[in-house]
Protein backbone atom coordinates (compact mmCIF):
# COMPACT_ATOMS: atom_id res chain seq x y z
CA UNK A 1 0.00 0.00 0.00
CA UNK A 2 1.42 3.30 -0.82
CA UNK A 3 2.59 5.25 2.18
CA UNK A 4 4.10 8.80 2.95
CA UNK A 5 5.82 10.32 6.15
CA UNK A 6 7.01 13.75 7.09
CA UNK A 7 8.72 13.47 10.14
CA UNK A 8 8.98 16.84 10.88
CA UNK A 9 6.32 18.23 12.62
CA UNK A 10 7.63 21.74 12.67
CA UNK A 11 10.82 23.56 11.06
CA UNK A 12 11.82 27.32 12.13
CA UNK A 13 14.27 29.26 9.25
CA UNK A 14 15.54 32.39 9.21
CA UNK A 15 14.23 34.71 6.19
CA UNK A 16 16.66 34.49 2.76
CA UNK A 17 18.57 31.02 4.56
CA UNK A 18 17.62 27.97 2.65
CA UNK A 19 15.20 25.16 4.21
CA UNK A 20 15.04 21.00 3.60
CA UNK A 21 11.60 19.89 4.17
CA UNK A 22 11.88 16.40 4.40
CA UNK A 23 9.36 13.48 2.21
CA UNK A 24 10.10 9.66 2.48
CA UNK A 25 7.69 7.37 0.58
CA UNK A 26 6.54 3.81 0.20
CA UNK A 27 5.24 2.14 -2.98
CA UNK A 28 5.08 -1.32 -4.90
CA UNK A 29 4.42 0.24 -8.19
CA UNK A 30 7.18 1.70 -10.51
CA UNK A 31 4.67 4.40 -12.07
CA UNK A 32 3.73 7.42 -9.56
CA UNK A 33 3.93 10.97 -9.42
CA UNK A 34 5.14 12.92 -6.08
CA UNK A 35 3.94 16.52 -5.23
CA UNK A 36 4.47 19.14 -2.69
CA UNK A 37 1.39 21.48 -1.38
CA UNK A 38 1.44 24.31 0.41
CA UNK A 39 -1.40 25.46 2.69
CA UNK A 40 -1.17 29.44 4.30
CA UNK A 41 -3.25 30.05 7.52
CA UNK A 42 -5.69 30.78 4.52
CA UNK A 43 -6.37 27.56 4.44
CA UNK A 44 -6.51 27.12 0.63
CA UNK A 45 -4.21 24.21 -0.70
CA UNK A 46 -1.62 25.30 -3.41
CA UNK A 47 0.29 23.25 -5.69
CA UNK A 48 4.13 23.72 -5.52
CA UNK A 49 5.99 21.03 -7.82
CA UNK A 50 5.70 17.79 -9.22
CA UNK A 51 8.20 14.93 -9.82
CA UNK A 52 7.51 12.03 -11.83
CA UNK A 53 9.03 8.69 -10.84
CA UNK A 54 10.71 7.98 -14.17
CA UNK A 55 12.10 12.24 -14.32
CA UNK A 56 15.98 12.51 -14.94
CA UNK A 57 15.98 15.37 -13.28
CA UNK A 58 14.89 17.04 -10.04
CA UNK A 59 12.37 19.32 -10.81
CA UNK A 60 12.60 22.39 -10.26
CA UNK A 61 9.94 25.89 -10.12
CA UNK A 62 11.09 29.18 -8.84
CA UNK A 63 12.82 29.42 -5.49
CA UNK A 64 11.66 25.65 -4.92
CA UNK A 65 13.52 22.62 -6.06
CA UNK A 66 12.65 18.86 -5.28
CA UNK A 67 15.26 16.44 -4.11
CA UNK A 68 14.40 13.38 -5.54
CA UNK A 69 16.24 10.16 -4.38
CA UNK A 70 14.70 6.73 -5.69
CA UNK A 71 16.47 4.29 -4.61
CA UNK A 72 15.79 5.78 -1.02
CA UNK A 73 12.50 6.63 -1.84
CA UNK A 74 12.74 10.51 -0.79
CA UNK A 75 11.28 13.48 -2.21
CA UNK A 76 12.46 15.96 -0.11
CA UNK A 77 11.62 19.83 -0.83
CA UNK A 78 14.21 22.61 -0.60
CA UNK A 79 13.00 26.27 -0.60
CA UNK A 80 15.96 28.79 -1.25
CA UNK A 81 15.56 31.99 -0.18
CA UNK A 82 13.18 31.74 2.99
CA UNK A 83 10.72 34.32 2.99
CA UNK A 84 7.87 35.53 5.74
CA UNK A 85 5.10 34.75 3.72
CA UNK A 86 6.51 30.87 3.12
CA UNK A 87 5.46 30.14 6.92
CA UNK A 88 2.82 27.90 6.03
CA UNK A 89 1.55 24.18 6.40
CA UNK A 90 3.65 22.38 3.98
CA UNK A 91 2.64 18.55 2.81
CA UNK A 92 3.95 15.81 0.38
CA UNK A 93 1.65 13.76 -1.60
CA UNK A 94 1.90 10.95 -3.62
CA UNK A 95 -0.22 9.11 -6.33
CA UNK A 96 0.52 5.98 -8.37
CA UNK A 97 -0.52 5.22 -12.04
CA UNK A 98 -2.81 2.20 -11.12
CA UNK A 99 -4.98 4.52 -9.17
CA UNK A 100 -6.21 8.00 -9.10
CA UNK A 101 -5.80 8.25 -5.51
CA UNK A 102 -3.43 11.19 -4.02
CA UNK A 103 -2.67 10.30 -0.43
CA UNK A 104 -0.78 12.73 2.03
CA UNK A 105 1.75 12.73 4.74
CA UNK A 106 0.84 14.84 7.64
CA UNK A 107 2.31 17.67 7.05
CA UNK A 108 5.92 20.20 8.08
CA UNK A 109 4.74 23.74 9.54
CA UNK A 110 7.51 26.26 8.17
CA UNK A 111 7.96 29.27 10.24
CA UNK A 112 10.21 31.59 8.78
CA UNK A 113 11.56 34.82 11.31
CA UNK A 114 13.01 37.84 10.25
CA UNK B 1 -8.23 28.51 -14.44
CA UNK B 2 -10.05 25.34 -12.41
CA UNK B 3 -12.18 26.83 -10.20
CA UNK B 4 -13.62 23.84 -7.44
CA UNK B 5 -15.94 25.67 -4.97
CA UNK B 6 -17.40 24.15 -1.99
CA UNK B 7 -20.89 25.44 -0.95
CA UNK B 8 -20.14 26.72 2.67
CA UNK B 9 -17.28 27.96 4.75
CA UNK B 10 -18.21 27.15 7.51
CA UNK B 11 -20.94 24.64 9.18
CA UNK B 12 -22.17 24.16 12.46
CA UNK B 13 -24.54 21.20 12.96
CA UNK B 14 -26.03 19.16 16.13
CA UNK B 15 -25.52 15.67 16.63
CA UNK B 16 -27.55 13.37 14.21
CA UNK B 17 -28.53 15.88 11.77
CA UNK B 18 -28.06 14.80 8.35
CA UNK B 19 -25.26 16.55 6.62
CA UNK B 20 -24.60 17.77 3.34
CA UNK B 21 -21.53 19.19 2.19
CA UNK B 22 -21.63 20.32 -1.83
CA UNK B 23 -18.25 20.88 -4.09
CA UNK B 24 -18.94 21.93 -8.10
CA UNK B 25 -16.02 22.15 -9.99
CA UNK B 26 -15.97 23.72 -13.86
CA UNK B 27 -13.47 21.97 -15.77
CA UNK B 28 -14.79 19.00 -16.49
CA UNK B 29 -12.78 16.88 -14.78
CA UNK B 30 -13.68 12.90 -14.52
CA UNK B 31 -12.15 12.68 -10.76
CA UNK B 32 -12.87 14.28 -7.75
CA UNK B 33 -12.57 13.55 -3.98
CA UNK B 34 -13.17 14.03 -0.34
CA UNK B 35 -10.53 14.78 2.30
CA UNK B 36 -10.75 15.58 5.53
CA UNK B 37 -7.97 17.44 7.36
CA UNK B 38 -7.08 17.27 11.32
CA UNK B 39 -4.23 18.52 13.16
CA UNK B 40 -1.28 16.10 13.27
CA UNK B 41 -3.12 13.44 11.00
CA UNK B 42 -2.71 15.50 7.56
CA UNK B 43 -5.21 15.01 5.07
CA UNK B 44 -7.21 11.66 4.87
CA UNK B 45 -9.18 10.32 1.81
CA UNK B 46 -12.83 9.53 2.69
CA UNK B 47 -14.24 9.04 -0.68
CA UNK B 48 -13.91 9.44 -4.70
CA UNK B 49 -15.26 9.29 -7.46
CA UNK B 50 -13.57 8.71 -11.22
CA UNK B 51 -17.11 9.30 -12.71
CA UNK B 52 -20.65 9.62 -12.76
CA UNK B 53 -23.06 7.38 -10.13
CA UNK B 54 -18.81 6.00 -10.04
CA UNK B 55 -17.48 5.57 -6.20
CA UNK B 56 -14.90 4.33 -4.34
CA UNK B 57 -13.90 3.96 -0.67
CA UNK B 58 -10.63 5.79 0.52
CA UNK B 59 -9.01 5.55 3.78
CA UNK B 60 -11.79 6.52 6.25
CA UNK B 61 -15.43 6.38 4.67
CA UNK B 62 -17.16 5.29 7.94
CA UNK B 63 -20.05 7.88 8.90
CA UNK B 64 -19.62 8.92 5.31
CA UNK B 65 -21.56 8.77 1.92
CA UNK B 66 -21.23 10.56 -1.58
CA UNK B 67 -23.22 11.70 -4.76
CA UNK B 68 -22.11 12.08 -7.58
CA UNK B 69 -25.53 12.72 -10.29
CA UNK B 70 -23.90 15.21 -12.52
CA UNK B 71 -20.01 15.33 -13.80
CA UNK B 72 -19.28 18.38 -12.23
CA UNK B 73 -21.05 17.98 -8.60
CA UNK B 74 -19.58 15.90 -5.99
CA UNK B 75 -21.59 15.58 -2.48
CA UNK B 76 -20.19 14.36 1.40
CA UNK B 77 -23.03 13.35 3.31
CA UNK B 78 -22.83 12.68 6.74
CA UNK B 79 -25.79 10.27 7.15
CA UNK B 80 -25.73 11.27 10.98
CA UNK B 81 -23.32 13.69 12.32
CA UNK B 82 -21.08 12.80 15.35
CA UNK B 83 -19.05 15.33 17.23
CA UNK B 84 -15.95 13.04 15.90
CA UNK B 85 -17.05 14.46 12.34
CA UNK B 86 -15.80 18.16 13.51
CA UNK B 87 -12.98 18.82 10.87
CA UNK B 88 -12.36 20.68 8.17
CA UNK B 89 -13.68 19.34 4.75
CA UNK B 90 -11.73 19.29 1.34
CA UNK B 91 -12.85 18.79 -2.08
CA UNK B 92 -10.53 18.37 -4.95
CA UNK B 93 -10.82 17.14 -8.89
CA UNK B 94 -8.68 16.03 -11.74
CA UNK B 95 -8.54 15.21 -14.92
CA UNK B 96 -8.79 11.43 -15.74
CA UNK B 97 -5.46 8.95 -16.42
CA UNK B 98 -3.47 11.47 -14.96
CA UNK B 99 -1.51 10.38 -11.84
CA UNK B 100 0.94 13.51 -13.10
CA UNK B 101 -1.76 16.18 -12.59
CA UNK B 102 -1.98 18.11 -9.23
CA UNK B 103 -5.28 17.90 -7.93
CA UNK B 104 -7.31 21.34 -7.56
CA UNK B 105 -8.72 22.05 -4.28
CA UNK B 106 -11.84 23.94 -2.97
CA UNK B 107 -10.92 26.31 -0.01
CA UNK B 108 -12.49 24.28 2.45
CA UNK B 109 -15.27 23.56 4.53
CA UNK B 110 -14.78 23.84 8.41
CA UNK B 111 -17.77 22.01 10.04
CA UNK B 112 -18.43 21.65 13.82
CA UNK B 113 -20.47 19.09 15.26
CA UNK B 114 -22.17 20.13 18.89
Known amino acids: AQKITQTQPGMFVQEKEAVTLDCTYD???????LFWYKQPSSGEMIFLIY??????QNATEGRYSLNFQKARKSANLVISASQLGDSAMYFC???????????FGTGTRLQVFP | DVKVTQSSRYLVKRTGEKVFLECVQDMDHENMFWYRQDPGLGLRLIYF???????EKGDIPEGYSVSREKKERFSLILESASTNQTSMYLC?????????????FGNGTRLTVT
Open chain 1, 27 to 33: TSDPSYG
Open chain 2, 92 to 104: ASTPEGSYNSPLH
Open chain 2, 49 to 55: SYDVKMK
Open chain 1, 93 to 103: AMREANTDKLI
Open chain 1, 51 to 56: QGSYDQ
